[in-house]
């Protein structure tokens, strides 16, 4: 029976390209991140990145796992208000904060927060 799970080639092409934009990120920002500077920091092809990606956007989501900022189900409601890991967030926040930094007042971290909203299922309240 064939697995489902990726081969060892997927795997290290989708985090190459993840620790590449994470770096170009705290290079140069993310708003100013081509798919160029991504495949030409990860060493791969274009046709590459797109059969894995539609874009930066989605490599960029695709590499932060929501749910483990999501308690299914809540222990109570005092813990983890409205079912989120509080702790997990502070402390991932925390343990990334350079990243974090470099993506404020950025598209990826008007990104980032929309997917968590909808992870969440929160409504987007995005100043226009």
């Not at 990726?6 to 993310?30: F, N, Q, S, V």
């Not at 798919?35 to 274009?46: E, L, P, V, Y």
């Not at 343990?95 to 409504?123: K, Y």
């Amino acid at each position: 029976m064939k697995s489902i799970t990726p081969d060892r080639r997927t795997k290290r092409t989708k985090t190459a390209l993840a620790e590449a934009l994470k770096h170009l990120i705290l290079e140069k920002g993310y708003d100013a991140i081509t798919i160029q500077d991504i495949i030409d920091k990860a060493n791969t092809g274009r046709s590459t990145f797109y059969a894995h990606y539609e874009g930066k956007d989605q490599l960029l989501v695709g590499n932060i796992n929501f749910q483990e900022a999501l308690v299914n189900p809540p222990s109570s409601k005092d813990e983890h208000p409205m079912g989120i890991n509080i702790a997990y967030l502070f402390n991932h926040t925390q343990e990334n904060l350079p990243l974090v930094r470099a993506l404020h007042g950025s598209r990826g971290m008007d990104i980032i927060t929309g997917q968590l909203h909808r992870a969440l299922r929160l409504p987007d309240h995005r100043i226009p």
